[in-house]
């Protein structure tokens, strides 16, 4: 078995929560797609990171069936991991650094696949949603104290690969964020935290706690 580190990204506050990532720190042992792609589905993370340079960041990202140009708590994931200033995807080059107990990437709304975003009118309506018919990306939202920006979040991607609902997912708040134009505390899933900031020329930095389960 090629040797991996499993994290989780966006914890809660008391470290808690948090959705896992794999993370191949040489990515050299298995270069090609194909490979990765069936290591990533073995896994069944609802992403795999392989680390290609890790002095430049340079990374490729796996869900259990596809490859991504970009995702956001892979991203945050990998920068805290390997504590570089920035990190390289197909999407292009973001910057990274890290504050106090959060890690922060920025990134482009462009970068992001299609989701479709639903706001509810309650965060119980969010809490009590089933799992969506597959066929469709769909990040289910709702104002907890809109003056604060506090958000109640669920995610479904919609793909038949096993993972019905993603615990914490940085590119749909990335894109939420650039929707509404301001700065968000977003709860996810079954208790993830992730915090985003809109930044000058189109950035939006995206942040959160990772710790390293193995």
């Known amino acids: 078995m ?8 966006f914890c809660g506050p008391r470290g808690g929560y ?3 990532l794999g993370v191949v720190r040489n990515g050299s042992v298995m270069p090609e797609r194909d490979e990765r792609q069936e290591f990533a589905a073995k896994l069944g993370f609802s992403e795999t990171v392989f680390v290609d340079d890790p002095e430049r960041g340079v990374i490729d990202i796996y869900t259990p069936t596809l490859r991504l140009p970009f995702a956001g708590h892979p991203c945050v994931g990998t920068a805290w991991l390997l504590d570089v200033p920035e990190l390289v995807v197909p999407a292009g080059v973001m910057g990274a650094r890290q504050d106090g107990e959060f890690c922060w990437i920025e990134a482009r709304a462009e970068w992001v696949p299609p989701r479709t975003l639903r706001q509810y009118a309650t965060a119980a309506e969010v809490d009590d949603l089933p799992v969506p018919p597959k066929g469709e990306w769909i990040y289910a ?3 907890l104290d809109e003056p604060a920006g506090r958000i109640r979040a669920r995610a479904f991607p919609g793909r038949d690969d096993g993972i019905e609902e993603d615990e914490a997912t940085g590119a749909a708040a990335l894109l939420l964020t650039d929707r509404l134009g301001r700065a968000l505390n977003i709860t996810q899933g079954t208790g993830s935290q992730i915090l985003t900031a809109p930044q000058p020329e189109g950035w939006t930095e995206i942040g959160g706690r990772v710790y390293l389960e193995r």
Not at 2 to 9: C, F, G, K, N, Q
Request: glycine share 8%; hydrophobic share 45%; no cysteine.
């Open 18 to 20: 948090g959705n896992e």
């Open 141 to 143: 939202w709702a104002w």
């Open 2 to 9: 090629t040797d991996y580190d499993v994290l989780r990204v």
